[in-house]
């Protein structure tokens, strides 16, 4: 990591850093599209055919018999794993679904004014694709993060997509009851999800983060398949000027552990803190080459000149993970995926049992979203009722706001049901 003021000399290397930060996102994307935009047409062409030929390539996959992970594969899975992660999966699963159900927006109506009733009603998607990666470390509990919302949102249909899935992604999954389980990623995956093919059957919307090229194919689809958000690589910034250097420092190494590319930033305005959370950084990676590189790369610790200035530049980077010292900072914050209170909340809760969802906006994307929630697997469907006596007292002017458009079909239509002459327009002769 490297300390960075904000102020004095070092104020213009400040403001070009945090430039850049504030540009992160998806420019790497475009570096695998051109591979990604032919693997999902030659699926969507080939379906099946293409599909196996990149599942052998990429995901190692030995035949076609393999391709669907059967129920007993799962069950059997459960019970291979130890019985205290058995529990462990269960109170997260519990913990995760309680929180989601009670995210669940509702219907409702509402009367107005007399004889107009408005509302709205929820309705689950039909059909969702659940990516899980497999990359570097087994990640039951993103299984877990992306298809309980969706149970709890009432979806009937959950399709999960990972490749080379780890005894304990299937054991997540049986203890879900999951029905349908493809050993597949990367774009290819994403792909058959997204178009369908004999197989697997096209879903409504895809979730779950993914590496580079799982992300460049959900951009790809976003317009035929509906996607939750484009994740990249994990993010932490830390604003604080009291809390402790142990809990600070090792809250960044562990996200940072995630990938070479991982985003660690601190931000305070004491001297003092900065040089104790990067002594206990430095330390704390020692054995953790991932976290080592990923500070190396992409640590700073930013000094700032007033708590008022470590705040605005918090909210300018719009963190995927936010840690503050206490429940009043929460006041000023207006940018993040997901904000962590206190010394005692450490970020890896978070990412496995408190409750709020991990899946969380990267890249500046917390500015305009938050994380996957049970609102991602619903619709709300307006609903509104007239009866005569509301017509008489709004069909007037909204006729003549139809007029003032020009649309006089739209005016014909509201003065037919209040039996009046649709008013002339002043002749220009």
Known sequence: MKIIRTNGRSAKKAAQAIAALEQRGSAALDAVLPAVKRIISDVRSGGDRALLRYAKKFDGLPGADLLRVTREEMAAAWDAIDPQLQTALTTAARQIRAFAQRQMPQSWSDSPLPGLTTGQIVRPLASVGCYVPSGRHPLPSTLLMTAIPAQAAGVVRIVVVSPKPAKETLAAASLLGIEEFYRVGGAHAIAALAYGTAVISRVDKIVGPGNLYVTAAKRTVAFDCSIDMLAGPTEIVVTSDRGRPDDIASDLVAQAEHDPKALAIFITTSDKLAAEVLASSRERCRNNPVARQALRRNGIIFIAANPSEARDLTNRLAPEHLTVDSASDLD??????????????????????????????????????????????????????????????????????????????????IRTRLNTPSRKRKSNA
């Open 332 to 413: 000023w914050v207006t940018n993040a995926g997901s904000v962590f209170v206190g010394r005692w909340s450490a970020q890896p809760m978070g990412d496995y049992i408190s409750g709020p969802n991990h899946t969380l906006p990267t890249g500046g994307m917390a500015r305009v979203r938050g994380g996957l929630s049970v609102n991602d697997f619903v619709k709300l469907i307006t609903v509104q009722e007239y009866a005569p006596e509301a017509m008489q007292a709004l069909g007037p002017p909204a006729a003549l706001l139809a007029e003032a458009e020009g649309l006089t079909g739209h005016a014909q239509a």
